[in-house]
C-alpha cells in the first residue's frame, strides 16, 4: 500500500513538473515571437511604423475580409439613398442587380471568389464606362445584357457617378487586391474602407448605421472569416 502511494505521489510530482516545464515553453516561445516582431519593427521606417500602428487602432482593424467588403457595400448603399436612386428588387432602373452581386461575397464559399470577381468586372464603372455601347466583343450573352444593364444605371445616374463609380468599385478592389493574403499589410484593406468615408464625408452622406456598424465590427478575424448573410445589413 505504502508502495503504491509512493508511486502515485511521484506520479503526481511528475505531473506538475511537466505542466511547469509546457508552460515554461510555451511562455519562452511566446517572447521569441514579440522578440521577432518587435526586431522586425525596429528595421521599419519611422513613417511604415506609424502607418503600422494607426492601422492597429482602426476601429475595422480586426474585421474580416467578408465584414469589410460589407461594410463597402452599405456605404454604397447610402450613397444611393442620398442620391434618391431606387434599389429595391424588380423596379426599373433600380440598382438592385448590382447590389445584389456585391452582397454575395460574405456568404460566398472561398473557391467560387474568383467567379465573383469574373462576374462583378462586367459591371464595375471603370470597365462599362470606358467601352462602346456593345461592351467588349469577347462577352457571352449574359455577360453582354448585364453589361447593357449597368451602363443604363450609369448613364441615368449621370454626374452623381462622381460619387457612385468609386463606391461601386471598392469593393471589388478590396476583395481583389487582398484574396490571397487578407491578413498582411491589413493597412492597405484599410485604406480602402477610409476612401469610402472620405467620400461620403464630402459630400454630405451619413455614414452607415451605427447598428450596422456594430454589427459588422463582430465579424472579427485575421483573413476572410466566417460567411454571414450580408444582406441583413442592407
Not at 521577432?36 to 519611422?46: F, I, K, T, W
Not at 503600422?52 to 487602432?57: C, D, N
Not at 452581386?101 to 465573383?116: C, G, H, I, N
Amino acid at each position: 500500500m505504502k508502495d503504491l502511494a509512493a508511486k502515485l505521489g511521484a506520479i503526481f510530482v511528475f505531473g506538475i513538473a511537466f505542466a511547469v516545464m509546457l508552460a515554461g515553453v510555451g511562455a519562452g516561445f511566446w517572447l521569441l515571437v514579440k522578440l521577432v516582431s518587435a526586431l522586425g519593427r525596429l528595421r521599419l521606417s519611422p513613417e511604415e511604423r506609424e502607418r503600422q500602428a494607426a492601422a492597429a487602432r482602426h476601429p475595422f482593424a480586426r474585421v474580416s475580409l467578408r465584414g469589410k467588403e460589407a461594410w463597402l457595400v452599405c456605404c454604397l448603399e447610402q450613397a444611393l439613398i442620398a442620391c434618391g436612386l431606387d434599389a429595391e428588387e424588380d423596379e426599373p432602373g433600380s440598382w438592385h442587380p448590382i447590389l445584389a452581386l456585391l452582397w454575395e461575397f460574405p456568404e460566398l464559399p472561398e473557391e467560387e471568389m474568383e467567379d465573383w470577381l469574373d462576374r462583378t468586372a462586367d459591371i464595375l464603372p471603370s470597365t462599362v464606362l470606358f467601352c462602346g455601347p456593345g461592351g467588349p466583343g469577347e462577352l457571352s450573352q449574359g455577360e453582354r445584357e448585364r453589361f447593357a444593364a449597368a451602363s443604363a444605371l450609369y448613364s441615368q445616374a449621370g454626374a452623381k457617378m462622381a460619387l457612385l463609380g468609386p463606391l461601386a468599385e471598392l469593393p471589388v478592389r478590396l476583395v481583389r487586391e487582398n484574396r490571397e493574403a487578407p491578413r498582411f499589410r491589413p493597412e492597405l484593406a484599410l485604406a480602402l474602407l477610409d476612401e469610402a468615408g472620405e467620400l461620403l464625408e464630402s459630400y454630405g452622406v451619413p455614414q452607415p448605421p451605427a447598428d450596422v456598424r456594430d454589427f459588422l465590427l463582430g465579424r472579427r478575424s485575421p483573413g476572410m472569416g466566417e460567411r454571414f448573410v450580408g444582406r441583413q445589413c442592407s
